[in-house]
Every structure is written in C-alpha cells, then in structure tokens.
C-alpha cells in the first residue's frame, strides 16, 4: 500500500487551489489541483486520487456533474464538497449523492484539516479492508486446492487411510479402508470407529494414542484380522497446533495374500521335510549296521566312509528338524509339553554335551546359577533353545576364548545368558539374525556350515514360552545373548 496519501483539488479558484496544496503538502500529502471540472475528471482517471476536495460552483462542467461521474466511475474515492456560505443545502443534496463530507469557505483550518485526514483514514481503512478480503479469499481457495488435491491422493490409494477425531469419529476415509474393512455400506463422516473396525486391538490402540500413552512421533503398528482380510494396521496421533493430541491416523496394508503366499511356503518346506526325513533315516540307519560290521567286516578306508556318510546323514537330519520346526512355528506353534521345569539341570546336561565340541575348537566352556525358581517350560524346547545358541557361540568364536552360560532370578522372570568372546555381530545386522535363513557375512566365520534358521526357531520357542530374547554385541569382542523367562508365580 502506498505510503503518501494523493489529495486532487477542484477549484476555479487560483487562491484556493494554492491555499490547499500548500496547507497539505506541508503535511506530507501529494496535492494534484484541476480549476476546472472536464480537467478533474481527466485527472482522476489518470491519477487515481486518494481524496477528492470538490468545489462545487464552477464555470462549465459543475461540481455535482463531477461528484456524479466519480461516484460512478471510482465509487471507493471520498470526495469532500466544498460550498461557499448559504449553499448548505445544496452540499446536504451532495452528501446524499455519495459525497463524503462538505467544508465551508473560507475553511477554518482545525476543521479542513480534519476532514481531509478523515477521509485519507476511511480511503487507507477501506483499501487495507479489501486487501485483507483478497488475501482471505486466495487462502481459502489454497486451502479448498490443497484439500482436493489430499483427498484425491487419499483416494488414490491402494492402502486404507483412516483419521478419527478425539471422540474416535471417523472424519476421513478412502474407499481402500472400505474394501479392507468389509463395508459394503458407505461411510457418512463423522462415523464412530466402534461400528467401523472389527478388530478390537485396533480399538485399544486408538485409545491408548488419544491418552497420550504414545509419544507424538510414535506409532503402534499391528496385524489385524477382519473376515477373510489380514492388514498391517500402522496408527500415529494427530496433533494440533499447540502440540495436543486431536486425533489419530491409521494406515492399513492388505496382507492377506503375502500371508497366504507364506502360508504355501511353510506348507511347501514342511512337505519336503516331511519326504525328506524318512529315506535319509533309513540310509543313517543302513551306514549304521554297516559300520557295526552287521553286514560283514569293514575294512579301515570303508569304515571311514560309512562313518562319514552317517555324519553327512545327521547334519541333513538336523537341518530337516530345523525346516519341520520353523514351518511348526509358523503355523501356529510348536506343540509343547509345559511343565514346571529346573533350569539349571538343563543347562547342565546341554554344556556337558557341548563340551567335547568347545574343547576341539579350543574355547573353555562353563556354566554358573544360583538357586533359581521353576519356570513353566517343555524342557526339550529349552534344551533346543541352548544348544543352538551353545553352538553359535562355539562357531562364531574362531579365535578360542571363553563361553559361560549363566542364569540368575530376575524378578518375577529367570535371566540366562550366553555369552561369547567371538567376532561379534555389527550392528546394523542385529536386528536381522532372528530372520529365518539370514546369515551375516564375516571372512572369519566363511568356512561355518549352517542354514541361519537356528536363531528363528529360538526366538519363537522364547515367545512361545512368553518370554522375550535380545543381544548385545561388540565387533570382535563378543555376544551376549539374554533371554527373560517369566517364573511360576506362587498363588497366595
Ligand atoms: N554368537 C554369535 N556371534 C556372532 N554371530 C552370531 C552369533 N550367533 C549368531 N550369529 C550370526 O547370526 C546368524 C544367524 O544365526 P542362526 O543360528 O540363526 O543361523 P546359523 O548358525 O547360520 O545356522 P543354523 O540354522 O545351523 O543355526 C549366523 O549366521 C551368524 O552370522
Ligand atoms: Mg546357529
């Protein structure tokens, strides 16, 4: 907006037009003067004036012709009428036509004054109103554009998008949401989310976001089930300007057929397995009778190759136990036999047959526990657990050293540890061992066989057991694993 204020002065008059310019320039406004009314409205047009002082008694064109044209023309400029005594009702007549204010000849300069700021108030009110309405109008039509573009993009997409207000009301939806959800009806925003979702830890997870229980970058993320649909549910809170939790956001990812195709695997491995185990028993079994000399005397050389060729025969069956075990898991569990169980014999008997096998490889193997509670537990399964994490330690140690496995009482849960001084696991992999068939790369450890399904099975033996498994490792100083088991707890 401008900053200096254009006054145009209308007058015949040389004495009057002057008197004015000079009052007002002094005062910081731009003075533009016509003496005649064709003159004025030539200027108008080209100057756009910000007030208009009007005298109204001119020769030719009139000042009412003038107020007339400029009313018409650039109704947003104020005009003021200027009359000479005695022409009071004449100037009562411009003000109905649309003049802005009269001041009488000659001017009480207090009075003129005034007048004219007044108008330059009203013209710069005016001008700044308009402007805050322009700019209120593009915001609201950047707001509609960005709003359309949203949903459209929302529409867009092949995953649900679901956001809920405070009092768990749907106020945004796309149709993928729909489609996962089952809803053959359609949704009229605001929806409560009761009659929405299926699954009620869905619900709960919403819940738990608008108490605040999840911090405002944080998200829960779940496996839903609705009918014949299996969605990641992935939920995050909504906040509002001053940083409160409004609402929330949950995306849902359709993955009914990933988790089919899984299904087919597991059931694809077990099958496999399954034909497997019987011919490679049998050909154990064949070497075994062989060996013993059963059927006939061996020599030396032939005696190794059978010994051989039943070494060869267990380490498939032990990778065949493993692929029945993952597939077990994953289709809901391996059956167990749970009951309460003494860690510390276990640990025992499973170091005790490991022994040999550190010893060959040169590293001290021990076992330490105090007195410990029982635990709820298929001993087998645990035995399962320690062997396989006994002998990673043991393989992923090529340099000796030490491994103790240790168990303690934790509060209500028991604590064991394996613990290695071997090459260690790097960091960004840690995640990444308890996944079915990972393996980490490392020179040192090229030559150690396996399938990377040991840890997998671990894991899903702890969970079984509602227990939790974690590591903590240091490149070439060793791992540590630990695993939580909850005790049997007393009833009072
Ligand atoms: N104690 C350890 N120290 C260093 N790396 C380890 C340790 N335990 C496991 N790892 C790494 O994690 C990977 C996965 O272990 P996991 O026991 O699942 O499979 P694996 O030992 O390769 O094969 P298997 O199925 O025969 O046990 C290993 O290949 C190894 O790279
Ligand atoms: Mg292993």
């Known amino acids: 907006m401008q900053d200096t204020v254009k006054v145009l002065v209308v007058d015949d008059e040389k004495v009057v037009r002057e008197g004015c310019q000079r009052v007002l320039c002094t005062r910081g406004f731009e003075v533009n003067a016509a003496e005649s009314g064709e003159k004025a409205l030539a200027m108008i047009q080209e100057t756009t004036p910000d007030v208009i002082l009007l005298d109204l008694k001119m020769p030719g064109m009139s000042g009412e012709e003038v107020l007339e044209q400029t009313r018409k023309n650039f109704p947003d400029i104020p005009v003021i009428v200027i009359t000479g005594h005695g022409t009071i009702d004449t100037a009562v007549e411009c003000m109905k036509k649309g003049a802005y204010d009269f001041i009488t000849k000659p001017f009480q300069m207090d009075e003129f004054l005034l007048t004219v700021n007044r108008a330059a108030e009203k013209r710069r009110l005016?001008?700044?109103?308009?402007l805050f309405e322009e700019e209120n109008v593009k915001n609201l039509y950047d707001l509609r554009l960005e709003k359309s573009r949203l949903k459209t993009i929302i529409n867009c997409m092949a995953n649900g998008v679901m956001v809920t207000n405070r009092n768990l009301e749907v106020v945004l939806h796309n149709p993928a949401l729909l489609r996962i959800l089952n809803i053959t009806k359609e949704l009229n925003e605001p929806a409560?989310?009761?009659?929405i979702v299926c699954d009620e830890s869905i619900l709960n997870a919403l819940k738990d976001i608008l108490s605040g229980k999840i911090p405002s970058m944080?998200?829960?993320?779940?496996?839903?089930?609705?009918?014949?649909?299996?969605?990641?549910?992935i939920s995050?809170?909504?906040a509002g300007p001053d940083g409160d939790v409004v609402?929330?956001?949950t995306v849902l990812e359709d993955i009914t057929a990933f988790k089919e195709l899984d299904r087919m695997k597991s059931d694809f491995i077990n099958m496999v397995a399954h034909e497997l185990?019987?011919?490679?028993?049998?050909?154990?079994?064949?070497n075994s009778v062989m060996l013993e000399g059963l059927a006939g005397s061996l020599n030396e050389k032939q005696k190794d190759f059978t010994a051989r060729g039943i070494a060869k025969a267990d380490s498939l069956l032990e990778l065949i136990n493993d692929l029945l075990n993952v597939a077990r898991l994953e289709s809901g569990g391996i059956p167990q036999h749970r009951v309460p169980t003494k860690i510390g014999p276990i640990m025992d008997e499973v170091v005790r047959l490991m022994e040999p096998r550190a010893k060959d490889s040169g590293i001290r193997l021990s076992v330490h526990y105090s007195d410990l509670k029982e635990v709820s537990a298929d001993p087998a399964q645990i035995d399962e657990v320690l062997n396989n994490?006994?002998?990673?330690?043991?393989?992923?140690?090529p340099d000796g050293g030490e491994v103790t496995v240790t168990a303690s009482t934790a509060g209500e849960h028991i604590e064991i540890k394996v613990k290695d001084q071997g090459v260690g696991i790097p960091k960004e992999e840690i995640s990444r061992v308890f996944e079915k068939f990972y393996r980490v790369k490392n020179p040192r450890t090229r030559k150690v066989m396996g399938t990377g399904l040991g840890l997998s099975i671990v894991k899903g033996i702890v969970e079984a057991h509602h227990g939790t498994i974690s590591l903590e490792s240091e490149m070439d100083k060793g791992t540590t694993f630990t695993i939580l088991l909850p005790t049997i707890q007393e009833q009072i």
């Not at 005016?126 to 308009?130: G, V």
């Not at 993320?221 to 299996?230: L, P, R």
């Not at 994490?389 to 140690?397: D, E, F, G, R």
Request: hydrophobic share 40%; glycine share 6%; charged share 20%.
């Open 126 to 130: 005016e001008r700044k109103a308009r």
């Open 192 to 195: 409560s989310v009761t009659g």
């Open 218 to 233: 944080g998200t829960i993320a779940q496996e839903i089930s609705c009918h014949k649909t299996v969605a990641r549910a």
């Open 236 to 238: 995050a809170p909504v």
């Open 247 to 249: 609402g929330t956001v």
């Open 277 to 286: 185990r019987s011919p490679v028993v049998s050909i154990r079994q064949l």
């Open 389 to 397: 994490l006994i002998t990673n330690a043991i393989n992923y140690s």
